[in-house]
């Protein structure tokens, strides 16, 4: 039985989570996710996660933080950065950092459904979804 | 893959290095050749091509229509050429209108222009002092011409990623360190600067449609929108905006089209696309 992806998603607009959780679980993944950075590297320290989409502009901890956390844990997940406020220097920090992909707000949900098949793909996990099969009002 | 630019105010050195690291590096060396192919895309001749590419390098700030255009297929042949990724670009102005695409490495090779080199050793009639006046003036009309074309000061180190001084450190090592730089997972490309890359593609496609139609305008276009800012009065407004949308329409990836009039378009702004 082919393991089912695991991903968090952490960002401090209820909404992103909102709309990403389903589209997100219509590929056969399984999705968690947090509000709070701290609630988050919490949960990240208990379970080794496939995937992290995080954001980057949040209070105490930003998603550098995330990432940089993630990185000393583990080199399996691998982390997407989404954020509103992306500029070159930023998308440069992160993946010198080690983020997987970086993308910027606002997104359709197909392009972060593509970087998430990438993704499974990279992690030799890949996903029996078809981009545009399941179509979103 | 990273790909690369590579600039400076000689030809040969820039053709030189662009060719060394496409080799080092197994990329596409994209070079003044590829005019062949452009002219072929657009149905016009190399010479054109050429004159305009020219034009960029002179001192003359006043261009004309089949300038503007030409440049226009310039710049969209070789946007599209860098979706493939692995290229080293040189020679075809890509450094002025290739911004902010965070897989794109922007190389400025600071170097003495080869002829004043070459005279230096010998200044006894004075011409070494005359020669220098001259590259001293057309370096500053240069600069005039790329800011007023594309903004920004071409001989500004700080528009470009690195700039690598070729008689301080020679062309080995500036060959080494662009090579180890573009391995740098910074420069990776990512969704974010493909999109970016992209929509200056969509905009340099929109321009290339609207510059036989109309001359003073700018294009910019952002997840299929494109907004056109166009000189002309808000009675004239009506009758371009329609034209406009009809010609954009011929692009299937733009999605939407806003048109904004204004009286005065600052010669900023002229030939751009963002």
């Not at chain 1, 509000?35 to 949040?58: G, H, N, Q, W």
């Not at chain 2, 493939?84 to 911004?99: F, M, R, S």
């Not at chain 2, 970016?196 to 109309?214: Q, T």
Request: net charge positive; glycine share 4%; charged share 30%.
């Amino acid at each position: 039985m082919t393991k089912q992806l695991e991903v968090l998603i952490l960002d401090d607009e209820l909404i992103v989570g909102k709309r990403l959780k389903p589209a997100i679980e219509k590929m056969g993944c399984s999705v968690e996710t947090f509000l709070e950075p701290k609630t988050a590297l919490s949960r990240i320290d208990e379970k080794e996660f496939d995937i992290v989409i995080t954001d980057i502009r949040m209070d105490d901890i930003d998603g550098i933080q995330v990432l940089e956390h993630i990185r000393k844990k583990t080199k399996h997940t691998l982390v997407i950065i989404i954020t509103g406020y992306a500029m070159i220097s930023l998308a440069r920090e992160a993946m010198e950092k080690g983020a997987f992909d970086f993308i910027s707000k606002p997104f359709k949900p197909d392009e972060i459904r593509r970087i998430i098949l990438n993704a499974a793909e990279k992690l030799g996990l890949p996903l029996d979804y078809k981009i545009g099969s399941n179509r979103e009002k | 893959m990273t790909s690369i630019l590579v600039s400076s105010n000689d030809k040969t050195i820039t053709t030189d290095i662009a060719k060394q690291l496409a080799e080092k590096l197994d990329y596409t060396h994209l070079g003044e050749q590829f005019l062949e192919d452009v002219a072929q895309k657009y149905n016009t001749t190399d010479e054109k091509l050429q004159k305009a590419l020219n034009w960029l390098i002179s001192a003359k700030l006043l261009s004309n229509k089949s300038i503007d255009l030409h440049l226009a297929y310039i710049q969209e042949a070789v946007l599209e050429r860098f979706l493939t990724d692995n290229v080293v670009c040189e020679g075809l102005g890509a450094h002025l209108y290739i911004k902010d695409i965070s897989h794109i490495l922007n190389v400025r090779i600071l170097t003495e222009n080869s002829d004043l080199k070459n005279n230096r050793l010998d200044d006894k009639s004075g011409y070494l002092k005359n020669f220098r006046k001259i590259i001293d003036k057309t370096n500053f009309i240069r600069t005039g011409s790329s800011n007023n074309i594309f903004i920004y000061d071409e001989n500004d180190s700080s528009f470009y990623d690195i700039a690598l001084n070729l008689e301080k450190i020679g062309l080995e090592n500036i060959v080494d360190t662009i090579t180890t730089m573009a391995k740098n997972r910074k420069f990776k490309p990512m969704t974010y600067s493909r999109k970016m890359l992209k929509d200056l593609i969509l905009a340099s496609k929109l321009r290339v449609l609207l510059l036989p139609r109309f001359i003073d305008f700018q294009v910019e276009t952002k997840d299929g929108t494109a907004i056109v800012t166009i000189k002309c009065t808000k009675r004239q407004k009506a009758k371009i905006a329609g034209e406009i949308k009809v010609i954009a329409n011929a692009i299937p990836d733009i999605k939407f089209v806003e048109v904004h009039a204004v009286l005065k378009l600052s010669p900023l702004f002229k030939n751009s696309t963002t």
